[in-house]
């Protein structure tokens, strides 16, 4: 089953030309999951994949860039008539704040919203996974990162062995696969261990903590926050560091002692391009990348490879020839 994340919004508090306001969209098969919902998301999602009737919105915390597109996006889907039931989650707060907006998107919807406050730790069980409540360090306000993870699966399948038990090849091997007994032949025989599911984290805002370390361990991919350079993180009082923000050197730190296959690096400040944040984070961490708008990770099961990024650019087709555009621009050629 496909696993991937795409980076609707990579910057920090203040939007870019580059780079939009926080907003990950995680897709699993089926489903799709928004992690964040910055100020212009809706209008991200309209110029890439189209504005999918997301099920699911789970908020890290209340600081309005992280949220401030979500009455907007709501308020579109009742213009498109949606009637699949939306589902809200969030920190403590979250229903207090749903209030609040219905001023925006009115009391009246087509569809269903679900609220739900989540506790620490809690996890939402969907099909073939769990989203679980990380609490990190944010300030004073209640805050999460979410850690992703599926179902353990069964071990690998030895169709040799299946064939010298007397089972023929065909449904009967599927029935084995999924864990029934053909016969006398029972699955254990022909698969091999357990295999771990995939596992993703979303930190959020945070400064390094121990509650995140410990999700992240072995993760197949850590999206991690890096609002500063280690330089700039340094001048900041120990008031200011303790209240805010990790460093792109802090987020490999971290990452390195989780044992985290994959680091990216987002809620990047607008004083940087990206590239002096993904050169600090390697020299400690050299599996890191720092994702722009639109890009995309795509998360293999672990015997297939590792997670790799997948940049805009390589989704779109080739820009054309001078003289192609020319001969377009004159009809004589469609345009691509």
Do not use: N
Request: proline content about 7%.
């Amino acid at each position: 089953m496909d696993l991937s994340l795409f980076f609707l919004g990579t910057g920090g508090a203040v939007p870019s030309a580059r780079r939009g306001l926080p907003a990950v969209l995680l897709s699993r098969g089926g489903d799709r999951l928004l992690f964040d919902c910055g100020e212009g998301t809706q209008r991200q999602l309209v110029r890439s994949v189209g504005l999918i009737d997301v099920d699911r919105v789970f908020l890290t915390h209340f600081h309005a860039d992280h949220w401030l597109g979500l009455p907007g996006m709501m308020k579109t889907f009742a213009l498109r008539e949606r009637e699949r039931p939306l589902t809200l989650y969030g920190p403590l707060g979250l229903k207090r704040l749903m209030s609040a907006m219905e001023v925006v998107y009115g009391r009246r919807l087509p569809y269903e919203v679900q609220v739900r406050e989540l506790e620490r730790w809690e996890e939402v069980e969907l099909d073939g996974y769990v989203v679980a409540a990380v609490p990190v360090v944010h300030g004073d306000l209640p805050a999460f990162g979410y850690s992703i993870i599926e179902d353990v699966r069964p071990g690998e399948f030895h169709p040799e062995l299946a064939e010298r038990l007397g089972v023929s090849p065909g449904p009967d091997f599927g029935l084995l696969q999924r864990g029934e007994t053909v016969g006398q032949v029972r699955p254990e025989q022909v698969l091999g261990p357990e295999r771990p599911g995939r596992k993703i984290v979303i930190s959020g805002d945070t400064v390094p903590c121990e509650a995140l370390a410990v999700a992240a361990h072995q993760a197949d991919v850590l999206v991690h926050e890096a609002t500063f350079d280690a330089e700039l993180a340094q001048q900041r009082s120990d008031r200011e560091r303790a209240a805010s923000h990790s460093s792109a050197r802090e987020a490999a730190e971290l990452a390195r002692a989780a044992e985290v296959r994959l680091l990216a690096l987002v809620h990047v400040s607008s004083r940087y391009s990206g590239g002096e944040l993904r050169d600090e984070a390697r020299t400690v961490f050299a599996p890191t990348e720092v994702p722009r708008d639109f890009d995309t990770i795509e998360v293999p099961f672990p015997e297939r490879g590792p997670a790799r990024l997948v940049r805009w650019s390589e989704h779109q087709p080739r820009d054309r020839t001078d003289d192609e555009a020319a001969a377009a621009a004159a009809g004589s050629i469609a345009p691509p």
